[in-house]
């Protein structure tokens, strides 16, 4: 359902209050419709005598919109490079565990993979 965007009738609403007040919800409301509503609306705006339409950017993106868009967001802090060569060295570790002997991929399983300490590994393997 969408919202009425019409600014309420304060008088109506607050009859003893002074106009000063009035004046000040007015602004209020208006100020909130402003950025709830106008900074977010795309507007075409046409010139009879010119016979031109002119298309209004929106000033603000709203994130449900750019996802209807399609727009492809991307970190900044990330560095495509840095987790190319992160992966590959990954898969090289990963082969090398086939050339371990049974004890160090035991070894390498329980630090690594469960989270042991040294010592509790010690302590399993009764050394």
Known sequence: MAKERRIP????MYPEASEEVIALLRQGERKLLYHEYDLKVEKFIVDEEKQK?????????SLER??????QFY?????????AI???MINKLLEGLKYLTKEEHEL???LFYEGMTERESAEIKGL
């Open 66 to 71: 750019l996802i209807e868009a399609d727009v």
């Open 9 to 12: 009738n304060y008088r109506k």
């Open 86 to 88: 992160k992966a590959v």
């Open 53 to 61: 339409v002119f298309f209004i950017q929106s000033k603000e993106d």
């Open 75 to 83: 970190d900044e802090d990330t560095n495509v490079e840095e987790i």
């Open 108 to 110: 390498i399983t329980a």
